[in-house]
């Protein structure tokens, strides 16, 4: 294809915030090469689509599309974690020009460039290059590493993503530096397993600020926590390391807050599933949290219908869930995905039914406790980030204790003029299942 002076690219980004930080890295490059981001099909040259493979319904939204880009536009690259399995695209859209695996921008890029040429402009080079964010301007992810060395049964991460590979501290450091200079007010780091930071490098000794400093994570919260935006931890794998991390919330260094999946509380499904598998270990860490922040809010997920889980055992979860008093969760019922381990448990699988009924039960459960939890901030001063500005007066917030777009909010009537990224200070008055009132 010949060289034009202008071309455009339509972007369909699916999947967790790990593949948004992607989307953004390829965004980011098409601007500085000189390529336009098209916002609808028809204008533009080529669409690509980033695409999550984690579990089926996300193969079969990723799937879905691949098959619209395909019929609106007729020009479509593929990526992400569904392209590490690149036959079931071919096979599927013969048409695709190009199929890559996730973090491959590079070969997007090369993809992009021999497919669809722009004729060199001197002047591209002159424009300084700004880094696209799909977030709005107030928070930001920050893609610590990428891969994982564990390897989860029901879990094909690690053969999508590959081993755990830690960024250098100090580039992570200069770029979440620039974010804050820019007007970012909370960092969410990310990974596929944040606490593992710095394992694969030994935890080398990298420099920043002129001071040299470990690849580590304790290393790497401290020095963020000097920035002066909020620092929200997310998928922390439960390793012992991460009772390190406590004193710095309770110090205000990062927020009181650990997302941190369990998956289950059963003994015997936690080794099945290859996670760590001592439930009274994992409440005693927890009473220790408390003990030492006593306002640290914790997240978890888990999966229910694991193959081979009894009544029994699912009833060990709830009562687990009863006693570790979690503030927000999340449940998914199990479902095979194609190359898992897991796999091979197949003749003990859980009927969809019961799969669907222990999920309904486990939330149940834990919606009483979480509106509890949520209760006994009524009467209390939070300090709220504004998130956005809603009509008459109402402004839309999250407390610490809350990640954008996965937990609660912080609604405020009558609240004065206020801007995204704001922080006040407000007394909570009511609360429902899952946000917080308050009057300005
Ligand atoms: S920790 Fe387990 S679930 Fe998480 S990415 Fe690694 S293998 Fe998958």
């Known amino acids: 294809m010949s060289a034009q002076a202008t071309r455009s690219v339509g972007f369909i980004s699916l999947g967790c915030p790990k593949a948004t930080v992607d989307s953004e890295r390829i965004l980011s490059s098409l601007r500085a090469d000189g390529y336009s981001i098209s916002p609808n099909y028809d204008k533009a040259d080529v669409v690509i689509v980033n695409t999550c493979g984690f579990i089926d319904e996300a193969i079969t939204e990723s799937l879905d599309a691949i098959g619209e880009a395909l019929t609106e536009n007729g020009k479509v690259i593929v990526t992400g974690c569904l392209g590490a399995k690149s036959s079931l695209i071919r096979d599927k859209f013969p048409a695709v020009i190009a199929v890559t695996g996730p973090q491959e921008t590079d070969e997007v890029m090369s993809a992009i460039r021999s497919n669809f040429p722009i004729a060199e402009n001197p002047h591209v080079d002159l424009i300084p290059r700004h880094d696209v964010r799909l977030t709005p301007r107030h928070y930001a992810y920050l893609k610590i590493s990428e ?26 450091l200069e770029e979440a530096r620039v974010l804050v200079k820019s007007g970012v007010r909370e960092l969410l780091v990310i990974s596929q397993d944040t606490s593992a930071f710095g394992v694969d490098q030994k935890y080398r000794t990298d420099f920043w600020n002129g001071k040299p400093i470990k690849t580590r994570l304790l290393e790497l919260s401290t020095e963020l926590g000097k920035l002066g935006a909020w620092v929200r931890l997310h998928y922390v794998y439960p390793y012992p390391n991460v009772d390190d991390l406590i004193p710095l919330m309770s110090d205000g260094v990062i927020l009181p807050y650990l997302d941190i999946p369990f998956q289950h509380a059963s003994h015997r499904i936690l080794k099945l599933m290859k996670r760590p598998a001592n439930s009274e270990n994992v409440l005693n860490r927890i009473n220790t949290w408390r003990s030492i922040c006593p306002d640290i809010a914790i997240r978890s997920t888990f999966i229910v219908g694991f193959p081979g889980e009894t009544e029994t055992e699912f009833q060990e979860l709830l009562d687990f869930l009863t006693e570790a008093n979690l503030d927000r969760v999340g449940c998914f019922e199990y479902s095979a995905v194609e190359g898992a381990t897991a796999n091979h448990l197949q003749e003990m699988n859980v009927p969809d039914e019961v799969k669907s009924d222990r999920k309904a039960r486990l939330m149940q459960h834990q919606h009483k406790i979480s509106s509890q939890r949520l209760r006994e901030k009524i009467g209390t001063t939070q300090t709220v980030l504004i998130d956005e500005m809603c009509a008459e007066n109402v402004a839309i917030g999250r407390t610490q204790y809350d990640a954008p777009e996965i937990d609660g909010r912080v609604i405020i009537r009558n609240a004065p003029q206020l801007a995204s990224g704001d922080i006040v200070k407000t007394i909570i008055t009511d609360s429902d299942d899952h946000d917080l009132f308050a009057n300005a």
Do not use: A, E, Q
Request: net charge positive; charged share 15%; hydrophobic share 30%.
């Open 147 to 172: 891969g994982c060395n564990h390897k989860c049964t029901f879990c094909i991460i690690p053969s999508m993503r590959g081993k755990l590979v830690s960024r250098p501290i100090g580039s992570i």
